[in-house]
């Protein structure tokens, strides 16, 4: 199904890159941008980081640089490299206050970074983790309520909203 995707979206990008108004700017920007997200695809991390960098260095648009930051913030999670991937997701979320999928996965980390100090036996640590995480979750629900209904019952159990908050 992934291939099939995939070449899809590279047959829509290269009509959208022949059809739509841009800038010589703007098309190289997609290209390095769409290179980036196949070898993302493909596990080529070092490759989708390159081509992102390279997309970053020419798109001026503050909305498509945020999914670029995005897109270096997934990467470098899946690499376990989460400081960086804070950053990028950070930086993806000054661009656009209300990227619920980014603010979801500041969260996620912290969720994550929690769960291996509990594993350590720092319950202090575990806690001040869960509670970065559960901010961040909220507002991720806040804005998207619909797409996070596990992370909403999450937040209930843990008592970090209560069962009648809405978001």
Do not use: H
């Not at 020419?58 to 804070?86: C, H, Q, W």
Request: proline share 3%; net charge negative; hydrophobic share 40%.
């Amino acid at each position: 199904m992934g291939n099939f995707i995939d070449k899809t979206f590279t047959v829509i990008a290269d009509i959208l890159l022949k059809v739509l108004p841009a800038s010589k700017q703007e098309k190289q920007a997609f290209s390095y941008y769409r290179s980036g997200m196949t070898a993302q695809s493909k596990g080529n991390f070092v490759e989708a980081i390159d081509n992102y960098l390279k997309a970053l260095e020419l798109e001026e648009d503050p909305y498509d640089r945020s999914y670029i930051f995005y897109n270096l913030g997934i990467v470098y999670a899946k690499m376990g490299k989460y400081t960086a991937a804070l950053n990028f997701y950070n930086e993806a979320t000054l661009l656009q206050d209300d990227f619920n999928q980014a603010l979801n996965n500041i969260g996620a980390i912290f969720f994550y970074e929690a769960r291996q100090a509990q594993a350590a036996n720092e319950p202090e640590l575990a806690k001040e983790l869960y509670d970065r995480a559960g901010e961040y979750f909220k507002e991720a629900c806040r804005i998207s309520p619909d797409n996070y209904p596990n992370t909403i019952n999450w937040l209930r159990v843990t008592g970090r909203i209560s069962g009648n908050e809405n978001l």
